[in-house]
Structure formats: structure tokens, C-alpha cells
């Protein structure tokens, strides 16, 4: 089983911007697609982004226009560029993998540990 990395969350006041990483611990990543999810207190985890084999990019309602997930496959690391940020925004994120594309019914069958991300005043 993978082994997901994620780090770069912390507190941050609304309007401001985090960056997320997520470090995969396989030869390549060229044939995986990889999501981000998050999970707020008391609430159940949700989708936020996912980016395909070949770069195709999908966001949650609730991020587009602020949130943009890239790749850099040679160092096998996923981004999450967080801009003009929410307190609902707040919750812990996590990685994951699957296979190829990111589709509405992919299994995610490893996960990282999960960065928390603080959006307060």
C-alpha cells in the first residue's frame, strides 16, 4: 500500500492563502489520480479536488475559483493551492489515491494522515 505525505496547514486569517502538499512514496505517479478531501468537527469528510493522470482537474462547488490542485509527477507531489480562504473551510485535509482518473464512484484506497487547516480571526 502507498504511503501519503501531506503537509503545509496551519492557521491562517479569512482571506489568506495556504499552500498543501502531498508526498507519495511510490516509484511514479504518472498512472495515479489523486484527491483531496477534508474533514470539519462534527462533520462528514467531503471532496474537495482531484487531478487525473493526464492533469484533468475537478473541484467541489464550494473551492472553485479559489482552490487549484496541480502535479508535479517528478517529485511525486500533489498541490493545493488554497486562496481566499473561509473559516468553512476549516478541517483537517487529506490525500488519497486512485487508479488513473478521478471518476464519481473511485475507491480511494490510500490515504495520507491528514494536515489540519485553521481559518480564523
Known amino acids: 500500500q502507498l504511503q501519503l505525505v501531506e503537509s503545509g496547514g496551519g492557521l491562517v486569517q479569512p482571506g489568506g492563502s495556504l499552500r498543501l502538499s502531498c508526498v507519495v512514496s511510490?516509484?511514479?505517479?504518472?498512472?495515479?489520480?489523486i484527491g483531496w478531501f477534508r474533514q470539519a468537527p462534527g462533520k462528514e469528510r467531503e471532496g474537495v479536488s482531484c487531478i487525473s493522470m493526464d492533469g484533468t482537474a475537478n473541484y467541489a462547488e464550494t473551492v472553485k475559483g479559489r482552490f487549484t490542485i496541480s502535479r508535479d509527477n517528478a517529485k511525486r507531489t500533489v498541490y493545493l493551492q488554497m486562496d481566499s480562504l473561509r473559516p468553512e473551510d476549516t478541517g483537517v485535509y487529506y490525500c488519497?489515491?486512485?487508479?488513473?482518473?478521478?471518476?464519481?464512484?473511485?475507491?480511494?484506497?490510500?490515504w495520507g494522515q491528514g494536515t489540519q487547516v485553521t481559518v480564523s480571526s
Open positions: 511510490a516509484e511514479t505517479i504518472d498512472y495515479y489520480a
Open positions: 488519497a489515491t486512485t487508479w488513473r482518473a478521478c471518476l464519481k464512484d473511485s475507491v480511494f484506497p490510500s
